[in-house]
């Protein structure tokens, strides 16, 4: 069953082809690069301090919410964007517990867009914290 919201996204592209041409590919690779540096934002939060960062990615998932998720999309989807929200406004002061979280939260984003986030991101960092600073597993 096609998604709610990538089946209104592809509704609307279908309907302006006139418009916006052979365009789709490039908003597609737009999402995807935004939810990586997303995505790099949250797995190394000593890394990215930058305030101007965090605003960007702020800006970039109020407009995904606001400007291309479907109004009858369900609330799951809402409610990861608010989290998301939230979480950056605590942004670099998280807890692992938050970090996990907020990766949770990006993968329903992924979904209410009609993807799968990929199970190696959640996959490596589970390893990672499983793992002590020489490498050998925590006991």
């Not at 939230?86 to 907020?102: C, E, G, H, M, T």
Request: hydrophobic residues 40%; contains cysteine.
């Amino acid at each position: 069953m096609e998604n709610v919201a990538k089946g209104s996204v592809m509704k609307w592209v279908n309907q302006e082809k006139t418009v916006i041409g052979d365009l789709e590919c490039y908003w597609w690779s737009y999402f995807h690069n935004k939810m990586m540096l997303l995505l790099m934002l949250i797995e190394h939060p000593h890394i990215s301090r930058n305030t101007i960062s965090v605003e960007k990615q702020r800006f970039f998932l109020f407009d995904l919410e606001h400007h291309f998720l479907p109004p009858k999309a369900p609330q799951k989807y809402r409610n990861a964007f608010r989290w998301l929200g939230r979480y950056l406004n605590q942004f670099p002061d998280v807890s692992p517990a938050r970090i996990r979280k907020a990766i949770e939260m990006a993968g329903i984003i992924y979904e209410a867009f009609g993807f799968r986030m990929g199970e190696r991101v959640e996959a490596k960092r589970i390893d990672r914290e499983s793992m002590g600073s020489n490498g050998h597993e925590k006991n």
